[in-house]
């Protein structure tokens, strides 16, 4: 209906517009205001910058068709009922079928919990809450891979470098932060380590120093702090201050900025970042360092680490919908994004699951690396040992 | 002639609710007037402590969650029928509601108000944190719909839903209504007026106010599960301070101390947001705004300007 | 014993800052009878508006605290004359309201301005001291010293000066202070300005050592609430006292207890407070 209607207004208005040019109305959900808009709104400007990219280049071709896409964003703050009704609105109202964006678990997995009953296909970016994709919705994919993924692999790594005893300090109430440390713990144990003590924080502490005072009794022989990053920031500053001198990794996945906003660059030295390789310049493809600086230009503002997810959120469903040869059958779409190679464009480095993109479940999985401050920069120093295939196999064993 | 008008008002806003879901052709419109209604219930809780007895609690948020949550979990893990766990919910949220209201009443005013919200505060740090017992942040899914699959009434559908919704706010209006009509709304009444003057003479008011505190708490733990059960998810983020805060705006843009208040604003709370969209990041700047404005300028609400008019328009003094 | 004594000194620099909210809210509450519930995130505004001079115009610190010691002091003027004088004489519950509705209204009007993005004022005292195993960054230290230096300045000022004892008169009793002769359209903007400019204080504090954030000021006027309701409502010393209490048991429930639950562990000292004396620490009977 919708699109019918759009079309005779742009022939009505006497543009040059072909006739066979229609627009497709594509709907991002996602925190633009709030705590939560630091992964929001990096998110939700992706998918228009990757939109106006795929639109210059002659849009999404769909038989004789050609889709100019058009990008709907609602702000869901994050909060589950906001994102339940932004996501009704894009579906109900605006006639919406394709949703993108979703940084944060609460509010996806509210969404989650229905979207499986409705003609529409739901792409989720940065939340790394596991059960989203344990369920197997035929109608859901996720570009980013599920924190636990992260977490063993994380795990591995410390234990190679020898430490046994590590102290957590982490937003232990937020379930994907909690998850990553479990496979950590289970990983470590292997090896004959440790965790010998789990400390939380919630979202608005930033003075640490209760808990990192514990900590520096306990006498670890590192530190593993998983979180938000802009109270992780302060964690990695009082530390130092507290004369905490073991080896602090983290899984924070914060820009240079954000934690020079908090800390010095000799404060941050030595930490490290054992998350999924997400965008940093150093260790960016071509394409990453190109959507760095297009993104840069156009917003005026770097680019947050995760919202690559999002950018190729936009190229996974413009390659599903000219596979399916549709727009209008979302099954098809659907089943399409299941079946697709990693496109072209994508920014992130995802490892393919007997060559696709997304496994049965719908998940994603980038590689895993070691990322180290050295300097007032993240630099990437190694991969992390992480085998996609197997962890989409206990994957699908999850319900 | 005033009694006949009031009927008539109120008969003709049931006939509107219950033709409302043919009238609407946008299904989400729909969606957020069931979610008024939940609010409704809330709401109706909310005025009986708030505008009858002149106690701001800042809690029913948080007793709304602890109604989802005590739904939600003893049908996931006793297995019970949804319509029991529903019933259960708000004598679970009753049992915090008595343990909380009893060392908070003995304080008055504003410290009553922030030990309420403490409360609140209390209620969504435990749902964050254990873990074990309510999934955190990641919450509940796939919390079932009132009916099992092969139930007579379809229960996906909205529509159905809607009259469910419709038919419990009406109930609990009518309830509230009642209470307020009773000997002990009286007494509520009296306590808002002049707390001192019913100890005075003779009356237990904490006994009273306890009552309206665990009732209100009940009406909030309903709310919750009903909305629980609507939108199959929960976690502790819709549970917060904030809702609690919408839920004393709906009884105040309303007309606290009414019964039709709570109604016009629980709708109100709901859909304003929906209108304000247009300028997104005014929009908690325009919603304070409106609360102080509204405030000042009628303090009696919505209610209480439509009275006021109605009083001009038949030409008696107000 | 280390431990312990670190703790303290790490629950002392929040607590400081406990104390400089409460001490905002118990004035204006003790003279006034209002829950300034804004007062966090006006407090906030003040933090924010040293920030932007500071990064921004490149101003010093000193000055810019100054200014925004000027801007917040005009804003809670403005509060206390366009939204609480209407409200004064009408029922508490609708005060309280105004001042939820206000609360909305500046926090907005701060995410507007300033962003959703934490900041942090910078600051160039980076030293750490260590005295016997206890550490202490000097920039932690100088908040503390800050506090207790304004807490006394705050207490010469309504002990010893005229418009101080005013101010307590009426506290004390409205209507004898009026036959007295004070004049009690003033003095609310007196106490408005007091309470702003030890919230600005405050929200310089807090984002120097730590930082401000969306939220951050609606977190902190429930913990000077709680402050107040420990040390006893509308009492000075009840303010310092609780504070330091409060602040001092996060840090040490945190440490000992859970991390998860501090801030449950404080709330729950302070209804236990409640339980036994009502009337709070430090408050009259």
Request: with cysteine; aromatic share 10%.
């Amino acid at each position: 209906m919708k699109l019918t209607t759009l079309t005779a207004a742009l022939a009505l208005a006497g543009t040059t517009a072909l006739a066979a040019e229609k627009t497709l109305d594509i709907g991002v959900s996602d925190a633009l205001t709030g705590g939560a808009a630091v992964y929001g709104l990096p998110q939700a400007n992706a998918v228009k910058m990757a939109a106006e990219e795929i639109n210059a280049a002659g849009g999404i071709k769909v038989g004789d068709d050609t889709y100019m896409l058009n990008v709907i964003a609602y702000d869901d703050k994050a909060n589950p009922t906001e994102a339940s009704n932004s996501v009704r609105k894009l579906i109900d109202r605006d006639g919406v079928k394709y949703i993108l964006g979703f940084c944060c678990s609460g509010a996806t997995g509210a969404v989650a919990s229905f979207i499986e009953n409705e003609d529409a296909v739901m792409l989720v970016g940065n939340a790394a809450e596991r059960s989203i994709t344990t369920r197997e919705i035929p109608n859901l994919v996720r570009t980013r891979p599920p924190a636990d993924y992260t977490g063993a692999a994380a795990g591995t790594f410390v234990a190679q470098k020898g430490h046994k005893k590590v102290a957590v300090l982490g937003a232990l109430d937020i379930g994907f932060y909690a998850s990553y440390v479990d496979a950590f713990e289970k990983e470590l144990e292997k090896a004959g380590g440790e965790i010998v003590t789990r400390e939380s924080f919630g979202l608005k502490d930033r003075d640490m120093t209760p808990q990192l005072t514990k900590i520096r009794e306990l006498g670890p022989d590192a530190i593993l702090v998983v979180g938000y990053v802009e109270p992780a920031a302060f964690i990695y500053r009082q530390a130092v201050e507290l004369g905490i001198d073991v080896p602090r990794f983290g899984f924070t996945s914060g820009s240079e900025e954000q934690f020079l906003r908090v800390a010095t660059s000799e404060q941050m030295e030595g930490v490290w970042d054992l998350r999924p390789t997400e965008l940093t310049l150093l260790s960016a493809s071509d394409n990453g360092i190109a959507y760095h600086a297009n993104y840069s230009e156009k917003y005026g503002i770097a680019p947050s680490p995760s919202s690559p997810y999002a950018y190729d959120q936009t190229y996974a469903l413009k390659d599903a919908i000219e596979a399916a040869g549709t727009v209008d059958d979302t099954e098809a779409v659907a089943a399409a994004l299941r079946e697709l190679p990693v496109p072209d464009e994508v920014v992130m480095q995802y490892l393919p699951v007997d060559g696709k993109m997304f496994d049965v479940n719908g998940q994603a999985y980038t590689s895993n690396g070691a990322f180290q401050w050295q300097g007032g920069n993240w630099v990437f120093v190694q991969d992390l040992p992480s085998d996609a295939a197997a962890y989409s196999a206990f994957l699908s064993t999850i319900d | 002639m005033r009694w006949n008008g009031k009927t008539l008002l109120w008969a003709l806003a049931l006939v509107g609710f219950i033709l409302l879901p043919q009238l609407i052709t946008v299904k989400y419109y729909l969606h957020l007037s069931i979610l008024a209604l939940c609010w409704v219930i809330a709401a109706q809780g909310q005025n009986l402590i708030q505008g009858y007895t002149g106690y701001v609690s800042i809690v029913q948020a948080g007793f709304m969650g602890i109604g989802a949550y005590s739904t939600a979990l003893m049908g996931l893990h006793y297995d019970l029928p949804v319509w029991l766990t529903i019933l259960l919910a708000p004598c679970v949220t009753a049992v915090f509601a008595v343990l909380t209201g009893y060392p908070s009443l003995r304080v008055k005013g504003h410290y009553f108000a922030v030990v309420t919200l403490a409360f609140n505060l209390v209620i969504f740090i435990v749902l964050m944190n254990w873990h074990d017992l309510t999934q955190g942040e990641a919450g509940i899914t796939g919390i079932p719909k009132p009916g099992g699959k092969d139930s007579w009434l379809n229960w996906r559908d909205r529509g159905t839903y809607y009259y469910f919704v419709l038919s419990i706010a009406i109930l609990m209006t009518g309830l509230a209504a009642l209470i307020v009509r009773s000997r002990i709304g009286q007494t509520l009444i009296a306590i808002r007026q002049n707390e001192d003057l019913v100890g005075a003479i003779g009356i237990a008011a904490w006994k009273y106010k306890l009552f309206a505190f665990v009732t209100s708490a009940m009406y909030a733990g309903l709310a919750g599960a009903i909305y629980a059960h609507y939108q199959s998810f929960i976690n502790p983020e819709i549970f917060g301070v904030a809702q609690s805060l919408d839920a004393i705006l709906a009884v105040i843009i309303g007309g606290s101390g009414t019964i039709a208040g709570p109604v016009i604003g629980a709708f109100f709370v709901v859909f304003l947001p929906e209108y304000l969209r247009f300028a997104d990041s005014f929009r908690l700047i325009l919603y304070g705004l409106v609360l102080v404005l509204a405030t000042i300028f009628m303090p009696r609400g919505i209610v209480g300007v439509a009275g006021d008019l109605w009083a001009k328009v038949k030409g008696k003094p107000s | 014993m280390i431990e312990i004594l670190q703790q303290i000194i790490n629950g002392m620099a929040i607590g400081g800052v406990y104390v400089l909210i409460a001490l905002g809210l118990t004035t204006v509450f003790g003279i006034l009878g209002i829950a300034h519930f804004a007062h966090g995130s006006v407090s906030m505004f003040g933090g924010y508006l040293t920030f932007f001079l500071v990064v921004m115009w490149g101003l010093p610190l000193a000055l810019a605290i100054l200014i925004a010691l000027v801007v917040g002091f005009l804003l809670g003027v403005l509060i206390e004359l366009l939204a609480y004088r209407p409200v004064r004489n009408a029922n508490h519950i609708n005060a309280f309201i105004v001042a939820l509705g206000l609360t909305m209204m500046v926090e907005g009007l701060n995410l507007e301005f300033f962003g959703h993005e934490q900041v942090v004022i910078p600051t160039d005292f980076s030293r750490v001291f260590n005295i016997g195993g206890v550490t202490i960054p000097e920039l932690r230290l100088y908040v503390i010293l800050a506090a207790a230096l304004l807490i006394a300045a705050m207490t010469i000022f309504v002990e010893k000066t005229k418009t101080g004892q005013a101010i307590r008169a009426v506290a004390e009793n409205r209507d004898a202070a009026i036959l007295m002769g004070v004049n009690v359209n003033t003095i609310p903007l007196v106490v408005f300005s007091i309470s702003t400019a030890l919230g600005v204080c405050a929200g310089v504090m807090v984002g120097a050592l730590f930082a401000i954030a969306p939220g951050i000021g609606e977190g902190l006027v429930v913990k000077g609430f709680a402050v107040l309701i420990l040390g006893g409502l509308g009492s000075i010393p009840g303010a310092v006292v609780g504070g330091l209490v409060l602040g001092i048991t996060e840090a040490l429930a945190a440490g000992f207890i859970s991390s998860a639950y501090k801030d449950v562990i404080a709330f729950v000292a302070m209804i236990l407070v409640l339980l036994v004396r009502p009337q709070g620490l430090m408050g009259k009977a």
